[in-house]
Structure formats: C-alpha cells, structure tokens
C-alpha cells in the first residue's frame, strides 16, 4: 500500500571546484504545509479532511511526487486500485532528492522519497494490494474473488493479520463460517498492533488489526452457536453457489443436497437442486424442482449471491421461472432431434446410457406343457 508523507529539500550544488551547499531546510513552501497537515490528518484517521488537503497541494503543483504518492494513498482507501497505480507510477517518475519529513510509517521520517518509494512499492507490495483489492470486491458482494485473490498472496506472509481478516470476511460471505472463524482466531492471534486503514466496515478503521479480528471472531461464534436448521441450509446454499463459482461440482452437489436435507420445503433448496439435475443433464428432475422452487415458501425472496451475475436482486420464482423455460426450450429442441433421426432407434437409460442388446436373442422358455410338474409335499397316507 502506498503510505501519506510529506517532505523538505536537500542538496548540494556544484561548479568547478566550488561547492556551495544548500541549507539541509528551506522555508516551508504552501504545497509542502499541505501535504504535512494531511499527513497529521491521516494520523488522526480524518480522511476526508486529507483528501482535501492533498487535492488542494496537487492544484498548486501537479507535479510535485509528495502529493501524487499521497493521492495514491488516498485512491487505495477508496478502493481505486487503478487508479493508485496510475498516481503511484507518476510520482516514482519524479526526479527529487527531498527527504520523508512525516508519514504515515513513522520509520520513513529521515528517508530519501526516492529510496522510501521505492521500498515501499517492493517489500510487501502485492500483500498490501492484494488487500485493498479484496476489500474492494468484498463491498460489491464478491466474496469468491476476493478469496482467490487473498489465497494467492497469503504463501508471501502467512501472518499477516489484514490478509488472514479479510480472508475471514470472504468466507463468512461465502458461507464458509468454520473457515472464516480460523482465519479471523489466527488473525487475532497475530497481536498486530497496525490500525485498520482499509478496511470492509468503515467502522474498523484506525482499530488494530487483531482487535478487529477477535472481534470478529467472537461475533461469529456467537452466530454459529445460535443457528436454525434454516439459517444451516441457507449457508450451506450459500457454499454451494460458490463452490460453482469455482467450478468445485462435488461440494456444490454436497452442500446443496445437505441444503435440501435440512430444509426440503425452501425455495433456494429446491431450486438449487434444480440447477444441479440441470448441468448433469437430467432435465426432467430439473424441471420437476423448478417448478417445487416456484411454489414454495420464500419464492419471493430476492437472490443475493448466484452463478449468474444477472440473477442477482432478483425474485427467486423469476429466477426458477427462467430455468424452467430454458429446460423446456431444451427439451423441445431434443424431441425434435429426435424426430429428425435415420437409422434404427437406440433405447437409452435416464441417465442417457445406451441400452446395449445381446447379440443373440435370449433362448424362449420352454412351453408350459414340458415343464415337469412342481415336486409337492402329499400327506403319507394311513396305513
């Protein structure tokens, strides 16, 4: 992540064998106030106030690297990791000897802006990016990615407590609420110290880490504690979908079968199971689910998460009414298929296996009259 700082001159200056040294500070020039009162805001964890401040020093100087660092700063905590990129790279370009005067990582101060830049791009980079990238999905309900993209970088650090946090807010939104209780138990256990800057709920911002985490985790064992049968099917619904997400068929057919197993009269259940005997190529079962889905209670319920992303906010039987339609089209256009057929038919089982016959007929069974009469038990007559 990119850190807020402000800076002073430094230099020397040279002709022949003169050398005439520059004083090590200048007088404080309107840009650099600026940016140092934003820095003090950013501190104080008032970010509005040094976004202000910082849009303010760039009308005075657009070019000056202090200010595009920090609005690269501030562009991460809005979650527009493009553009904090496209603000970082500018600023790298600037050719400056000026030295970190305040930041918002205290062991910059004293720095060159130009090795402190640098640094902070590498060491940690794609750790901090991954973060603020994940944030940002997770405030537009894309769990499933924002998991992918944590798993990529937590192998670079295993400890770090904002990725092991967020990885626990994806997967409580995933459903996964085990999953998300170790992340957020193993987190707290860090005893990180770093305030939250970005963060998920704006309400965590300038809390450490850890504290946020156990926090979290105290919350969700509470949740787990107190859960209905339906509010287990829905998670599991929930799980289901995302392992579609992620093209994991098993655990989408278990989770949703574990659904409906709690819970055979919900919507979601029923309509999920639908889906499942549809990508298998039973339609007939889908169709038969579907049409249950439509009936049952919650019907009108909006979706949250889906595998299509258009299905999302809509009522649930318009969402099952849909897929029914497309079953039947589906089924049509088979028939007609099969219409269209030459040739001898070959007879097939439900699950569309051909049905193999033997290559000499089965002998006939011998007529009634030739079979020997059943042996029976007489009676032993008296003697």
Request: aromatic fraction near 6%; glycine fraction near 6%; avoid cysteine.
């Given at each position: 992540m990119a850190v807020a700082v402000a800076g002073i001159l430094s230099g020397t200056a040279s002709a022949g064998d003169l050398k005439i040294p520059l004083p090590?500070?200048?007088?404080v020039t309107?840009?650099?106030?600026?940016?140092?009162?934003?820095?003090?805001?950013?501190r104080h964890h008032q970010y509005e106030k040094a976004k202000t401040l910082f849009y303010r020093a760039y009308l005075y100087d657009?070019?000056?690297?202090?200010?595009?660092n920090n609005l690269a700063y501030m562009a991460e905590l809005d979650g527009q990791v493009d553009r904090a990129?496209?603000?970082s790279a500018l600023a790298a370009r600037q050719t400056t000897d000026a030295v970190i005067e305040r930041s918002s990582l205290p062991q910059l101060k004293g720095e060159s802006f130009r090795q402190a830049i640098t640094g902070v791009h590498d060491v940690g980079m794609q750790v901090s990016r991954a973060n603020v990238g994940a944030v940002h999905l997770l405030s537009q309900g894309r769990g499933s990615e924002a998991d992918a993209l944590l798993q990529s970088v937590l192998a670079q650090d295993s400890r770090n407590p904002f990725t092991l946090n967020n990885l626990g807010v994806a997967k409580e939104s995933e459903g996964d609420l085990d999953a998300a209780l170790k992340y957020y138990s193993a987190a707290a256990a860090t005893h990180a110290a770093q305030?939250?800057?970005?963060?998920?709920?704006?309400?965590?911002?300038?809390?450490p880490a850890s504290e946020v985490a156990a926090d979290n985790a105290q919350r969700l064992r509470k949740r787990i504690e107190n859960e209905t049968p339906q509010e287990q099917a829905a998670l599991l619904n929930l799980r289901g979908v995302s392992a579609v997400n992620r093209n994991d068929w098993t655990?989408?057919?278990h989770d949703f079968r574990g659904a409906y197993a709690l819970d055979p009269y919900d919507a979601f259940s029923l309509n999920n199971l639908g889906y499942v005997a549809e990508a298998s190529g039973d339609l007939e079962t889908a169709q038969f689910f579907y049409e249950k889905?439509?009936?049952a209670s919650g019907a009108g319920t909006r979706v949250g998460l889906a595998t299509r992303r258009s299905a999302e906010g809509m009522k649930l039987s318009d969402v099952s009414e849909d897929s029914d339609h497309i079953v039947s089209a589906r089924m049509d256009q088979e028939i007609a298929a099969r219409h269209r057929e030459t040739g001898p038919v070959q007879l097939k089982t439900r699950d569309n296996r051909p049905v193999i016959e033997p290559s000499q007929p089965p002998a006939s069974p011998?007529?009634?009259?030739?079979?020997?009469p059943a042996p029976t038990n007489p009676q032993t007559p008296n003697p």
């Amino acid at each position: 992540m990119a850190v807020a700082v402000a800076g002073i001159l430094s230099g020397t200056a040279s002709a022949g064998d003169l050398k005439i040294p520059l004083p090590k500070r200048s007088q404080v020039t309107p840009v650099q106030r600026l940016n140092q009162e934003g820095v003090d805001a950013v501190r104080h964890h008032q970010y509005e106030k040094a976004k202000t401040l910082f849009y303010r020093a760039y009308l005075y100087d657009p070019d000056d690297p202090f200010t595009l660092n920090n609005l690269a700063y501030m562009a991460e905590l809005d979650g527009q990791v493009d553009r904090a990129e496209r603000l970082s790279a500018l600023a790298a370009r600037q050719t400056t000897d000026a030295v970190i005067e305040r930041s918002s990582l205290p062991q910059l101060k004293g720095e060159s802006f130009r090795q402190a830049i640098t640094g902070v791009h590498d060491v940690g980079m794609q750790v901090s990016r991954a973060n603020v990238g994940a944030v940002h999905l997770l405030s537009q309900g894309r769990g499933s990615e924002a998991d992918a993209l944590l798993q990529s970088v937590l192998a670079q650090d295993s400890r770090n407590p904002f990725t092991l946090n967020n990885l626990g807010v994806a997967k409580e939104s995933e459903g996964d609420l085990d999953a998300a209780l170790k992340y957020y138990s193993a987190a707290a256990a860090t005893h990180a110290a770093q305030p939250a800057v970005v963060t998920y709920n704006h309400a965590w911002r300038g809390k450490p880490a850890s504290e946020v985490a156990a926090d979290n985790a105290q919350r969700l064992r509470k949740r787990i504690e107190n859960e209905t049968p339906q509010e287990q099917a829905a998670l599991l619904n929930l799980r289901g979908v995302s392992a579609v997400n992620r093209n994991d068929w098993t655990d989408a057919d278990h989770d949703f079968r574990g659904a409906y197993a709690l819970d055979p009269y919900d919507a979601f259940s029923l309509n999920n199971l639908g889906y499942v005997a549809e990508a298998s190529g039973d339609l007939e079962t889908a169709q038969f689910f579907y049409e249950k889905a439509r009936q049952a209670s919650g019907a009108g319920t909006r979706v949250g998460l889906a595998t299509r992303r258009s299905a999302e906010g809509m009522k649930l039987s318009d969402v099952s009414e849909d897929s029914d339609h497309i079953v039947s089209a589906r089924m049509d256009q088979e028939i007609a298929a099969r219409h269209r057929e030459t040739g001898p038919v070959q007879l097939k089982t439900r699950d569309n296996r051909p049905v193999i016959e033997p290559s000499q007929p089965p002998a006939s069974p011998a007529s009634p009259e030739a079979v020997p009469p059943a042996p029976t038990n007489p009676q032993t007559p008296n003697p």
